[in-house]
């Protein structure tokens, strides 16, 4: 089957679809049909997320027969390669942000399931904090609104569902689509050498963003545009047998 040019964006754990807003934008002018979910719980959806393979599930039973391309970031990156685990042939190609393929340690899991327990009965103010703690100040006031429309339901689905996720490695070890990590080069949650990790296990490549840190989509989204789309275009080319889009943006020199 000829694969269409659509793409799936995935987003991270507490946000939602709106981080997406500017490769969107880019991808939408380049003549991409985009598909940019809300998982349970996030950006204003009900419910909450059971487990990343039935999430996975789910979204493979509503995505179009066509092989897209996908693209996930931390979270939607796990989610990606629960996508990837059990149907790769509906993908030409997978592109995973500042994500990893290894499952969480046990004082991960453990730091998982009591954060859990914190949004279950304290509400999700916490997060918040934390969010201010951890990103630059742009970036901050970008996701805010954001993780204060995630719910305490949808957070503790997550963050379980995150927990309980099984090692990828061997998912990308062979995989038979072409496969772009890229990662913030002060990325301290899911550092570059996790993100090389994963290119060398698919036989993929690996670029790291200056300037940018665990959200490297919102850090410096030039620069991840100007990753992302080429890729894209290219893969996309390949699949369908045409000559690459002569409007795709150059990579910066």
Same mark, same amino acid.
């Given at each position: 089957?000829?694969?269409?040019?659509?793409?799936?964006?995935?987003?991270?754990?507490?946000?939602?679809?709106?981080?997406?807003?500017?490769?969107?934008?880019?991808?939408?002018?380049?003549?991409?049909?985009?598909?940019?979910?809300?998982?349970?719980?996030?950006?204003?959806?009900?419910?909450?997320?059971?487990?990343?393979?039935?999430? &996975?599930?789910?979204?493979? /039973? %509503?995505? *179009?027969?066509?092989?897209?391309? =996908?693209? +996930? !970031?931390?979270?939607?990156?796990?989610?990606?390669?629960?996508?990837?685990?059990?149907?790769?042939?509906?993908?030409?190609?997978?592109?995973?942000?500042?994500?990893?393929?290894?499952?969480?340690?046990?004082?991960?899991?453990?730091?998982?399931?009591?954060?859990?327990?914190?949004?279950?009965?304290?509400?999700?103010?916490?997060?918040?904090?934390?969010?201010?703690?951890?990103?630059?100040?742009?970036?901050?006031?970008?996701?805010?609104?954001?993780?204060?429309?995630?719910?305490?339901?949808?957070?503790?689905? &997550?963050?379980?569902?995150? /927990? %309980?996720? *099984?090692?990828?490695?061997?998912? =990308?070890? +062979? !995989?038979?689509?072409?496969?772009?990590?890229?990662?913030?080069?002060?990325?301290?949650?899911?550092?570059?050498?996790?993100?090389?990790?994963?290119?060398?296990?698919?036989?993929?490549?690996?670029?790291?963003?200056?300037?940018?840190?665990?959200?490297?989509?919102?850090?410096?989204?030039?620069?991840?545009?100007?990753?992302?789309?080429?890729?894209?275009?290219?893969?996309?080319?390949?699949?369908?047998?045409?000559?690459?889009?002569?409007?795709?943006?150059?990579?910066?020199?």
């Amino acid at each position: 089957m000829p694969p269409a040019r659509t793409v799936l964006l995935l987003h991270a754990y507490p946000l939602c679809a709106a981080m997406w807003d500017e490769q969107r934008r880019a991808l939408e002018a380049a003549g991409w049909t985009v598909l940019a979910p809300d998982l349970p719980g996030f950006g204003g959806q009900p419910s909450a997320l059971v487990s990343l393979p039935g999430a &996975a599930a789910d979204l493979l /039973a %509503a995505l *179009p027969p066509e092989p897209l391309a =996908l693209v +996930g !970031l931390s979270m939607g990156g796990y989610l990606g390669l629960e996508l990837l685990a059990q149907a790769p042939e509906r993908f030409f190609a997978a592109v995973l942000a500042d994500t990893t393929a290894r499952a969480d340690p046990p004082e991960k899991v453990q730091a998982r399931h009591e954060q859990a327990r914190r949004a279950l009965t304290e509400g999700t103010d916490f997060l918040v904090d934390a969010a201010r703690e951890e990103h630059r100040p742009p970036t901050f006031e970008r996701i805010r609104p954001m993780v204060e429309m995630a719910t305490p339901a949808g957070v503790a689905g &997550a963050l379980r569902a995150m /927990a %309980a996720r *099984p090692d990828h490695r061997e998912t =990308l070890r +062979g !995989l038979p689509l072409p496969v772009l990590t890229l990662v913030g080069a002060q990325d301290t949650l899911t550092p570059p050498e996790r993100a090389q990790e994963m290119a060398d296990l698919a036989g993929g490549r690996c670029e790291v963003l200056p300037g940018a840190a665990h959200l490297s989509n919102l850090d410096a989204p030039e620069a991840f545009t100007a990753a992302l789309l080429p890729f894209l275009e290219e893969t996309f080319s390949a699949a369908s047998g045409t000559a690459p889009d002569s409007a795709a943006p150059d990579r910066p020199s």
